[in-house]
């Protein structure tokens, strides 16, 4: 048996953290569906810049835009979701299998809005309705513009993947928005069932501060962090306020580790995915790392309930001088700002392209 299918059996969750035309189009996202035990994605700015930069799938899909005279982000996200529906059409048998606790896939809003609470709301909404499907979260970054956003998309119906996570009061702030959202549907006597995942990102602590800490303690505190992460939301669970919501008809805020694909060459291709194996949440992974996990992965011990020896971890890199806190804010602002400078990276290539293409319609070019 596959370590992938191992890790399904367990109770967690693999989503692919990619996107793109070409694996739609060639069938490789439903190979890793029917052989990967993969049951949802997730994408974001940077998969999707990829994703148009180096495929000429797009290319038709942006010639008819052009013809109706869209252009910039308008242009970008009629392709987005027309790759996130066809999507969520293939997941949605999982979705309907699973009463609509998997099966998910996820559209950013613009990373433009991070910092802006009513346009953030607004353009949840307006990509929820434009896809039309029940089983596509939107991902609104958990900054401290981005949380009331949550709370008034999740009271609006809108089921959300709450993205750029670091640290437990980054967590637990998303958790409190979702909470609160519910909260008043169920005051104005409305569905509580509203989908929402809480994004917590892995790796990227570990890149921060690689060259910081001693050799010993390389590649341990993103996994020192999630394990802290997991503990609370293992207590959020069972807590009362949690249970009277489940008892009016709510579903749990998933937890799902993101950036999750080895970034360090010297380390294991399957480090965080073993560390991280726990039932009830979800690890949306890179193609590679996936694909190294079914080849020679293994799925080892589930994580500690209650957190394992992540507290004196942690101990060990506040006395090399790391302030977690200060940091978790970094990674945040840091995340925010990449995914901005992937959407103009983007929007420059789509005006390159429109360019081309416009160019070698205009000579007889036909496209494909």
Known sequence: ??????????????????????????????????????????????????????????????????AKGKSGEGLFFDLALDDLTRAADLFRPIYNRTNGVDGWVSLEVSPLLAHNTPGTVAAAKDLFARAGRPNLFIKIPGTKEGLPAIEEAIFAGISINVTLLFSLEQ???????????????????????????????????DVAVTDKVPEALHNRLGIAISNRIYKAYVDLLGNPRSQRIYNAGARPQRLLWASTGTKDPKASDTLYVKALAAPF???????????????HGDVGPIMAEGGGDCEKVLAQFAQAGVDVNTLASRLQDEGAKSFVKSLNDLLAVITSKSKALKKDTGSGSSIK
């Open 281 to 295: 949440t979800v690890n949306t992974m890179p193609e590679i790392t996936l694909k190294a996990l079914a080849e």
């Open 171 to 205: 967590f637990a702030a998303a958790a409190e928005a979702y909470l609160r959202g519910i909260e008043r549907r169920i005051v104005a006597g409305l569905n509580p069932q509203v989908g929402s995942v809480a994004s917590v990102f892995v790796s990227r602590w």
């Open 1 to 66: 048996m596959k370590a992938t299918q191992q890790l399904h059996n367990l109770g967690q969750s693999l989503w692919l953290d990619n996107i793109t035309r070409d694996l739609l189009n060639s069938g490789t996202l439903k190979h890793y569906v029917d052989d990967l035990s993969v049951t949802g994605l997730t994408s974001n700015p940077t998969i999707f810049d990829h994703a148009i930069k180096n495929s000429s799938a797009y290319d038709a899909g942006i010639l008819e835009d052009l």
